[in-house]
C-alpha cells in the first residue's frame, strides 16, 4: 500500500525539476503589443513575478545543455529580460534601477558617481501616460584642487493625460572652479592653474509646473533658485579683481519667479527619440520675495530629435539667453 502512493509521486517529482522552461514559460509573450493590462497590480506584480521565474528557470537549464539549445535558451532569456521592462511599463508598475560609475571631465578632474531612477505611473489606469520619473545621485570628485562632493537630482512628473507635468533639477556641490572673470576675452588670455582655482558651495534648484491648452501649447509658472558662496581663503587674484565678482561675492542668494511656454512633440519627454521642444523663458528675480539680486532673464531654446537607425538617434540643440540688470556672475551663461 505504502509502494503504491509514494513511488508515482517520486517518479512525477524529477519532471517537475527538470521541466523544459522553453514550453513551461511559452505563455508569456515578450511583444508589447501582445501583453495584457491587468486589472490590479496584484495581478500585474503576479506576472512580473512569472517573468522572473522563466529567467531564473533559464539559468539552471544554461549550466547542462548542447550548444545549439544553449543559444535557443539564451536568445529566450535576453526576449524576457526586455519583456519584463515592457510589461512593467505598460502596467504602471515602479521601477527602481541603481546606477553608477567612473567619468572625467577637465573642469572638475575624476569623477564616480552613484545613485539611482525611480520611475512610476501616477496613474496607471491612463494608459497614454508618460511614465514620471525621479533619480538622485551623490557625486564625488578629485581634481587639482583636491577633493568635492555634490548632489544631484531629477523630477519629472506627469498627470492627466499629459495635460500636467512638473519638472524640476536640483543641483548642490561643495567643489573648486576656476573663476576668470567676466567674457570669453578673459578666459582665452589665461589658462587655469592654482592662479584661477576657486572652491565654493553652491546650490541651484530649477522647477517648472505647465499645462496644456487647447492650442496644444504647455504654459506654467516657473522657480528659480540660486546660492553660490566662495571660500573667502581660496579667492584667487583674478577673482579679487573682477569688478563683477566684488559687487556680488556677499550677495549669494538669486530667486526668481516667472512664466514658461512651450511645444513639445517629443515621443518621450525624459528619453527623446524623435519630435521637437520649442521653449521660452521669462524670469524676474527681485528683493520683493527674498532675492539678494534684481534682474530679469530671458531664454529661448530649440530641440530636434530624430532616429535614423533603431537605437541611434541625432539631436540639435539650440538656445539663446538675454538678461537685464544687476546678473550675479554665478547666474551668467558658462562654457566649457
Not at 513575478?49 to 545543455?65: F, K, M, Q, S, V
Not at 548642490?172 to 567674457?183: K, L, Q, T, V
Not at 592653474?193 to 509658472?221: C, E, I, Q, W
Request: glycine share 8%; charged share 20%.
Amino acid at each position: 500500500m505504502i509502494k503504491r502512493i509514494y513511488l508515482p509521486l517520486l517518479a512525477f517529482t524529477p519532471l517537475i525539476a527538470n521541466a523544459d522552461p522553453l514550453t513551461q514559460y511559452q505563455h508569456l509573450p515578450t511583444n508589447v503589443a501582445e501583453m495584457p493590462f491587468f486589472a490590479t497590480e496584484k495581478q500585474a506584480q503576479q506576472r512580473t513575478d512569472e517573468y522572473n521565474n522563466a529567467i531564473d528557470a533559464i539559468d539552471d537549464a544554461l549550466d547542462d545543455c548542447k550548444a545549439e539549445l544553449c543559444n535557443t535558451l539564451s536568445q529566450r532569456q535576453a526576449d524576457l529580460e526586455y519583456a519584463i521592462d515592457d510589461h512593467q511599463e505598460k502596467n504602471g508598475a515602479s521601477i527602481t534601477s541603481w546606477l553608477g560609475g567612473p567619468a572625467y571631465t577637465p573642469e572638475t578632474g575624476f569623477m564616480v558617481a552613484a545613485g539611482g531612477l525611480f520611475s512610476f505611473s501616477t496613474n496607471r489606469e491612463e494608459q497614454a501616460l508618460q511614465r514620471s520619473s525621479v533619480s538622485l545621485f551623490a557625486v564625488t570628485t578629485q581634481g587639482d584642487a583636491g577633493f568635492g562632493y555634490g548632489i544631484r537630482s531629477k523630477q519629472n512628473l506627469f498627470f492627466d493625460n499629459n495635460h500636467t507635468r512638473f519638472s524640476g533639477v536640483l543641483n548642490f556641490s561643495d567643489n573648486a572652479e576656476n573663476y576668470w572673470g567676466i567674457g570669453y576675452g578673459k578666459g582665452k588670455a589665461q589658462d587655469s592653474s592654482d592662479d584661477t582655482l576657486m572652491r565654493n558651495t553652491a546650490l541651484t534648484y530649477d522647477a517648472n509646473l505647465s499645462f496644456k491648452n487647447d492650442y496644444g501649447f504647455y504654459l506654467g509658472p516657473a522657480l528659480r533658485l540660486k546660492y553660490y558662496q566662495p571660500d573667502e581663503d581660496t579667492i584667487p587674484l583674478v577673482a579679487l579683481q573682477d569688478d563683477n565678482f566684488n559687487e556680488f561675492k556677499d550677495k549669494p542668494l538669486s530667486i526668481g519667479l516667472g512664466v514658461t511656454v512651450n511645444y513639445d512633440t517629443r515621443d518621450v519627454t525624459v528619453n527623446a527619440w524623435e519630435g521637437q521642444y520649442l521653449n521660452f523663458e521669462y524670469i524676474n528675480y527681485g528683493s520683493v520675495i527674498g532675492s539678494d539680486n534684481d534682474y530679469q532673464k530671458v531664454l529661448l531654446d530649440y530641440r530636434y530629435y530624430h532616429s535614423f537607425n533603431p537605437g541611434r538617434v541625432i539631436a540639435v540643440y539650440n538656445a539663446m539667453q538675454w538678461s537685464k540688470g544687476d546678473v550675479p556672475f554665478y547666474d551668467m551663461p558658462t562654457l566649457g
